[in-house]
């Protein structure tokens, strides 16, 4: 039975003599195995604490001599042991919970004398000085010939950097780092991502800069990603559009999505409330949606777009009248604020209703509209802005739609007397 974490032995004399416990533990392996006392010449178990300054590791007898077990933290991966002789507390660190648990109950059937054929017992020998090292949190590989083959990843990373290896897919054992934060892997040739980037519980960075991705799953919007990610580099791909499920990532605070081939950005992009930094520069981009106007920004960039020039006169017409059962079906459910979903009516018609649109008048329309775009100054939604194009503006088009036509004549009458004045 052996067990990895961060170890203290604290000795309970230490206050009689004025003195305080540093309250850090050292990287160690602990083992319980059998060892031949020498004075008795009898065999007895011990627990063997090893570490990188002490790999032939310090012996404590176990049966009879524990005195209690402090475990209230364990599902945290912390523990002490309470010995007898000497007087000490062993305080464990830094484990897996379910590692810990076992060494427990292992160690607690020593303190019994419980027959020793029911224990999982080690031998008690030096540990490789690999074994010992504090568990390594950052790694970062920037050429192929460095690129484990053979071995693993450490368990234990935080940050991972593999840059300019030529990947053309992600890595599955990268994808069993549970502790994993940051991953970059800019500057290679991966075209798809696995859906299992979304098991990575704790990762808040995903840095995919210079690569050939064509798409961004939906199932990656689906994921735990949503509770977790909060930067999001795709910039230089060749990205078209956006899944709808796109702005289910929430957390997003910094999204790069510079030189790709983007002719619009994702539909609820409004709904990125924590988003603070947005890229988007040199990609083909017309017009931006209506619900960019409830962005609020630090930063902005839409540098090197083609947007067109907004004229309300040029509207796209897509009404019929009188307006079809389903569209009027639609737009009361969206109105009425109507609970709804896949287990209640078709998936199509859920679809249609995610992507509704909002009037000037406050209605919803969705399949049916007029669509025309209008002009708006990018400081509404941005403290900073790039500029949008050469000659120094500022200004871009949004889309804005219309439910009826008199909602529209009604616009254009305001924006022809704003033109007069």
């Known amino acids: ?148 083959l053979t071995s693993n990843f450490p368990y234990s990373l935080e940050q991972l950097q593999v840059s300019y290896c030529k990947l053309s897919r992600v890595d599955m054992r990268m994808l069993s780092l549970k502790a994993l934060r940051k991953l970059d892997l800019s500057n290679n040739h991966i075209k798809k991502l696995p859906a299992t980037i979304g098991d990575l519980s704790c990762l808040s960075e995903l840095i995919l800069h210079n690569n050939h991705l064509e798409a961004f799953s939906e199932a990656l919007c689906l994921s735990t990603l949503q509770r977790t990610l909060q930067l999001l580099d795709i910039s230089q791909n060749r990205l078209h559009s956006l899944p709808a499920q796109f702005c289910q990532l929430r957390e997003l605070v910094n999204l790069k999505l510079d030189d790709n081939e983007l002719v619009c950005l994702p539909f609820h992009i409004g709904r990125l409330s924590k988003l603070r930094f947005l890229s988007a520069a040199h990609n083909q981009l017309a017009a931006l949606p209506g619900d960019f106007r409830k962005l609020s920004l630090e930063n902005l960039d839409l540098f090197g777009n083609p947007f067109i020039q907004p004229n309300p006169l040029d509207n796209k017409m897509q009404l019929t009248f009188p307006l079809p059962l389903q569209e009027i079906a639609s737009r009361a459910v969206a109105n009425l604020r109507i609970p709804y979903g896949p287990h209640l009516i078709p998936a199509h018609l859920c679809r249609d209703l995610e992507v509704a649109k909002t009037c000037e008048c406050g209605c919803i329309c969705v399949s049916y509209y007029i669509k025309t775009a209008v002009s708006m100054n990018l400081h509404q939604v941005s403290h900073t802005v790039v500029l949008v194009d050469d000659m120094g503006g500022t200004d871009a088009p949004v889309q804005q739609h219309f439910c009826s036509l008199p909602c529209y004549s009604e616009f254009l009458d305001s924006s022809l007397q704003r033109g007069i004045r």
Request: aromatic content about 6%.
């Open 1 to 148: 039975m052996k067990l990895q974490c961060d170890v203290e032995v604290v000795s309970r004399m230490l206050p009689s003599f004025g003195m305080k416990s540093r309250g850090k533990g050292t990287r160690a392996v602990l083992s319980i195995g059998k060892h031949l006392d020498k004075t008795s010449q009898r065999s007895n178990i011990y627990m063997m604490i090893c570490t990188a300054k002490d790999r032939a590791g310090s012996k404590y007898k176990l049966k009879g001599n524990i005195e209690k077990f402090f475990t209230w933290f364990v599902d945290e991966g912390k523990a002490t042991v309470r010995l007898k002789e000497p007087a000490v507390d062993i305080c464990l660190s830094k484990a897996d919970a379910n590692s810990l648990k076992n060494f427990l109950s292992a160690a607690r059937l020593a303190d019994r004398g419980t027959d020793t054929s029911s224990l999982p017992l080690s031998t008690l020998t030096p540990v490789r000085a690999r074994d010992v090292e504090q568990p390594k949190k950052k790694l970062t590989i920037v050429s192929k010939k460095d690129y484990p």
